[in-house]
């Protein structure tokens, strides 16, 4: 069994900083390639980074690149995925959920068997 579990919402003001962590415990966690995604309210979960298995590739969205940091801490039961956000805009606002699956590297949320409960980022302009 799989457990993720989201930490470091929050409110900030616009162009301010905030980290999130996520603690991925399971078995075999180093074969697992792990993401964070976002919500809005009234929008679809949206892609945001994402961290391969091997902790070097890494992929981001967009609307994030330059601004966000997506990075990985391997240990042999726990995976610690940490997501720095810097230059924060209103438009950031959102849950972030972080999600891990075995399966080859998607943007698609689809392709994600784990997630987390998902945690409140709120930017202020």
């Known amino acids: 069994q799989v457990q993720v579990v989201e930490s470091g919402g929050g409110l900030v003001q616009a162009g301010g900083s905030l980290r999130l962590s996520c603690a991925v415990s399971g078995r075999t966690l180093s074969a697992y390639n792990t993401a964070w995604f976002r919500q809005a309210p009234g929008m679809e979960r949206e892609f945001v980074a994402a961290?391969?298995?091997?902790?070097?590739?890494?992929?981001?969205t967009d609307s994030v690149k330059g601004r966000f940091t997506i990075s990985r801490d391997n240990a042999k039961n726990t995976v610690t995925v940490y997501l720095q956000m810097n230059s924060l805009r209103p438009q950031d606002t959102a849950v972030y959920y972080c999600?891990?699956?075995?399966?080859?590297?998607?943007?698609?949320?689809?392709?994600?068997?784990?997630w987390g409960q998902g945690t409140q980022v709120t930017v202020s302009s």
């Open positions: 961290i391969l298995w091997n902790g070097i590739s890494t992929y981001y």
């Open positions: 999600a891990a699956d075995r399966r080859s590297f998607s943007r698609a949320k689809g392709a994600y068997e784990y």
